[in-house]
């Protein structure tokens, strides 16, 4: 699989879908859905399980800093996975989601 942006933001939103399989956004989960207990109800715990599956999907570490900007959503996730994702043809590709 390459390391497009649209692979990495799927990957994310499969990875936080499957954290939350009985959410009431479906397939049509915005990406400015607060993952917390304001928006998809995660607790701490569940958040750093979600952010454990992240890295194991995509080979990318989900650092403690990402916290120390607001509220984690979707949209944040996308946007560091996308950041720290090795681009298509280096030599390193995101994995495959594990489903």
Known sequence: MTGSARDVAAIVRNT???RVPDSSYGPD?????AV??????LDS??????LLDCEAALGVPFP?????????????LIDHA??????????????????
């Open 64 to 76: 403690a800093a990402i916290f120390d900007t607001g509220p984690l959503t979707v949209r944040r």
């Open 82 to 99: 996308r950041r720290s994702t090795p681009r298509s043809g280096s030599g390193d590709g995101i994995k495959s989601p594990a489903v």
């Open 16 to 18: 936080v879908r499957a």
């Open 29 to 33: 989960l915005p990406d400015d859905t």
């Open 45 to 50: 715990i569940a958040i750093v399980e979600l």
């Open 36 to 41: 917390g207990r304001a928006g998809l109800g």
